[in-house]
Nanobody, 124 residues
Framework: QVQLVESGGGLVQAGGSLRLSCAAS????????MGWFRQAPGKEREFVAA????????SYPDSVKGRFTISRDNAKNTVYLQMNSLKPEDTAHYYC?????????????????WGQGTQVTVSS
């Protein structure tokens, strides 16, 4: 099992940046593909970024591509989400998730472990 704790959210003006961190417990962090999702009030949970076991492959939806970067440090059991050029529509609760196995995963149902999330609010 793995437990996930997100941090780094907050209030930022449009055009600003934030870096989210997700610290994982356990000794098998490098066995998990990691992802970030977000959910705004009244909306479904949305895929934001995914990274494979080694960090060599990443994927993003068009809505954040070129602005967000996912990375991981397996020595520190941590995955990051660097968010630049933030827009008001990026406002949401951001969740970190872990999934066993190889490959990138895009569907929330493919992830077995979730953190409590961290709130990101972008003001216009």
């Amino acid at each position: 099992q793995v437990q996930l704790v997100e941090s780094g959210g907050g209030l930022v003006q449009a055009g600003g940046s934030l870096r989210l961190s997700c610290a994982a417990s356990g000794r098998s962090f490098s066995s998990y593909g990691m992802g970030w999702f977000r959910q705004a009030p009244g909306k479904e949970r949305e895929f934001v970024a995914a990274i494979d076991l080694s960090g060599g492959s990443t994927s993003y939806p068009d809505s954040v591509k070129g602005r967000f970067t996912i990375s991981r440090d397996n020595a520190k059991n941590t995955v990051y989400l660097q968010m630049n050029s933030l827009k008001p529509e990026d406002t949401a609760h951001y969740y970190c998730a872990a999934a066993r196995g190889y490959g990138l995963k895009y569907d929330p149902g493919e992830y077995g472990y979730w953190g409590q999330g961290t709130q990101v609010t972008v003001s216009s």
